[in-house]
T-cell receptor, first 111, second 114 residues
Framework: QKEVEQNSGPLSVPEGAIASLNCTYS??????FFWYRQYSGKSPELIMS????GDKEDGRFTAQLNKASQYVSLLIRDSQPSDSATYLC???????????FGRGTSLIVHP | EAQVTQNPRYLITVTGKKLTVTCSQN?????MSWYRQDPGLGLRQIYY???????DKGDVPEGYKVSRKEKRNFPLILESPSPNQTSLYFC?????????????FGSGTRLTVV
């Protein structure tokens, strides 16, 4: 059974701080990793994808992948109240037709 | 605009009355999928389709049917809805099903079965 684990939160950070969201996965052959942002009552939106070890930066977002530790994280710099949402981690194994989603971490950025 | 379109957005129905939720994508994506999302349970996959006429069960297929007669459309059919199918439903598509590409999600359908 492939598992993707996330702390449900809520993670509360002050405006302007760095928010760090973490995700661990069980399937060692996983090759693709995604972060989605979901506002309450809305659909998930893909914000980051990462495929190799290391960091990938896109604006205020940085995804970090460590395959040896089976760990992927999302850093949000200069957090804004508009970043308040649930962040879903999804992991896809090579050749798998079914990416596995974590249950999400709720992030609250307070002014 | 590249998008996945679901209809209806909201639906209230009675137990046993057949319904169809439509899903259409305009990105020529091969892979399409249906999820339901319930509080505390996250996203659970109902059915998926690798391409036209190719469908398979996800984690929670009971009580649902799908078809993929055209590449762009992937309707979800509830032949005899029951209250435990009250949920938020999402259709999603991806360039391929190899796990290497992220999904584009539709706006969701909130279904209530009374």
């Amino acid at each position: 059974q492939k598992e993707v684990e996330q702390n449900s939160g809520p993670l509360s950070v002050p405006e302007g701080a760095i928010a760090s969201l973490n995700c661990t996965y069980s399937d060692r052959v996983s090759q693709s990793f995604f972060w989605y942002r979901q506002y309450s009552g809305k659909s998930p939106e893909l914000i980051m994808s990462i495929y190799s070890n290391g960091d990938k930066e896109d604006g205020r977002f940085t995804a970090q992948l460590n395959k040896a530790s089976q760990y992927v994280s999302l850093l949000i710099r200069d957090s804004q109240p508009s970043d308040s949402a649930t962040y879903l981690c999804a992991v896809g194994a090579g050749g798998s037709y079914i990416p596995t989603f974590g249950r999400g971490t709720s992030l609250i950025v307070h002014p | 605009e590249a998008q996945v379109t679901q209809n209806p957005r909201y639906l209230i129905t009675v137990t046993g009355k057949k319904l169809t939720v439509t899903c259409s994508q305009n990105m020529n994506h091969e892979y399409m999928s249906w999820y339901r999302q319930d509080p505390g349970l996250g996203l659970r996959q109902i059915y998926y389709s690798m391409n036209v006429e190719v469908t398979d069960k996800g984690d929670v297929p009971e009580g649902y049917k799908v078809s993929r007669k055209e590449k762009r459309n992937f309707p979800l059919i509830l032949e005899s809805p029951s209250p435990n199918q009250t949920s938020l439903y999402f259709c999603a598509s991806s360039l391929s099903g190899q796990g290497a590409y992220g999904y584009t999600f539709g706006s969701g359908t909130r279904l209530t079965v009374v």
